[in-house]
């Protein structure tokens, strides 16, 4: 029992440091997608003539990019409600929409390299998401973002 309960303890330690850092998770999440989007375009651009495959509703990265624009609209709202910065909060909104719109895109194509294409913007889409989430959690934003923005409130 001695030995159980420090294992527990260290163990509730860092589930609730891995809850208490949402711009993390984001960012874990964005690689693996990443990694799946650049798998599927190199797969997509070796036959670019082919028609496109469907992506099923349970397709992994149909689940995946959901899952990760509602957690990035989540994390936009948090920022807002918390009274964060309006450029960090607009950015995780427009990840959000951007994954979304990615996705669909993907269901939209005719062939496979229109596919190869979206799946590289998604690839691009989230190491970009990678780089920034981690400024959830208090990180500076990367030197590489332009001048801070407008964003508009919304009302979803």
């Known amino acids: 029992m001695r030995l159980f309960l420090p294992a527990l303890a260290g163990l509730l330690l ?3 440091a891995a809850l208490a850092e949402p711009g993390a998770d984001l960012a874990d ?3 693996n997608i990443a990694e799946q989007a650049q798998h599927r375009a190199d797969y997509a ?3 670019p003539a082919a028609p496109a495959e469907a992506i099923d509703l349970d397709d992994p990265l149909q689940f995946d990019l959901d899952q990760f624009s509602a957690d990035a609209m989540r994390l936009s709202r948090a920022i807002d409600e918390a009274g964060g910065p309006i450029d960090l909060r607009c950015i995780f909104r427009g990840m959000s929409g951007d994954a979304a719109s ?14 190869a294409r979206v799946y590289r913007e998604i690839a691009a889409l989230m190491h ?14 990367p030197d590489t973002l332009g001048p801070p923005g407008t964003c508009p409130a919304s009302h979803d």
């Open 128 to 141: 970009d998401a990678a780089e920034i989430a981690p400024a959830a959690d208090g990180a500076e934003l």
């Open 102 to 115: 990615r996705l669909e895109a993907l269901n939209a194509a005719e062939t496979a390299a229109d596919q």
């Open 29 to 31: 999440q964005a690689r």
């Open 14 to 16: 860092a589930s609730s």
């Open 45 to 47: 651009a070796e036959r």
